[in-house]
């Protein structure tokens, strides 16, 4: 079963900077089915990024997702204060879906 | 549009079998592209994986899980139901379901590609195990 492991735990960033977050899979994926969704206090995930670099419907430009194999990343290039919140890394196979533990992006 | 929403009791006593209702709409449970999956968030945890079922009936649960999660769907009501038994404190959670996407592109060489992902959330239902 896939293991998905997200660093930092927790970044703290100052708005307008580049947030990287990471998410590594205990063995190589189906970049295909490697997906990011962010999640504010008290609601739902949303989808942001799928196919490990595809974005979502009405996710702007400034997150981008990027990888293959085991290693895969979510930039968010300037942070905008609506995007101080957790992040998620997603994948299925095998007809199973396994999240990442989350990164928390605080502001600084 | 395409919703979901969750429904089911807020409070459980340990040892009894939670029973969860998704309801959807905006899309049909008999799309060939699209199924449904059961998600849960304990307070302050990562998301925690539960159950799928997709439009042919396949259904699938996570491993740790297995034995206590019976997913079915009733297209015609357009619901999703997830059948929890043996319920333990540590099942105290918000629980959601989601609309799974299956989406297919061609590659550059002709070849099928095939993308899975969560696209519409629920907003969640909040259930605790207490006695």
């Known amino acids: 079963e896939i293991v998905l492991t997200q660093s930092p735990g927790t970044l703290s960033l100052f708005p307008g900077e580049r947030a990287t977050l990471s998410c590594r899979a205990s063995q190589s994926v189906n970049s295909n089915h490697l997906a990011w969704y962010q999640q504010k206090p008290g609601q739902a995930p949303r989808l942001l990024i799928y196919?490990?670099?595809t974005r979502a419907t009405g996710i702007p430009d400034r997150f981008s997702g990027s990888g293959s194999g085991t290693d895969f990343t979510l930039t968010i290039s300037r942070l905008e204060p609506e995007d101080f919140a957790l992040y998620y890394c997603?994948?299925?196979?095998?007809?199973?879906?396994?999240f990442g533990q989350g990164t928390k992006v605080e502001i600084k | 549009q395409v919703t979901l929403k969750e429904s089911g009791p807020v409070l459980v006593k340990p040892t009894e079998t939670l029973t969860l209702t998704c309801t959807v709409s905006g899309f049909s449970l008999s799309n060939a592209k699209m199924g449904v999956n059961w998600i849960r968030q304990s307070p302050g945890k990562a998301l925690e994986w539960l159950a799928h079922?997709?439009?042919?009936?396949?259904?699938s649960y996570s491993t740790s899980l297995k034995s206590r999660l019976t997913i079915s769907k009733d297209t015609s009501k357009s619901q999703v139901v997830l059948i929890m038994t043996n319920m333990d404190p540590v099942d105290t959670a918000t629980y959601y379901c989601?609309?799974?996407?299956?989406?297919?592109?061609?590659?550059?060489?002709?070849?099928?590609?095939?993308?899975?992902?969560?696209?519409?959330w629920g907003k969640g239902t909040t259930v605790a195990v207490s006695s």
């Open positions: 196919g490990a670099s």
């Open positions: 079922i997709f439009s042919n009936d396949e259904k």
């Open positions: 989601a609309r799974t996407v299956m989406d297919i592109a061609v590659g550059v060489a002709s070849e099928f590609i095939y993308y899975y992902y969560m696209d519409v």
């Open positions: 997603q994948h299925f196979g095998r007809s199973l879906w396994t």
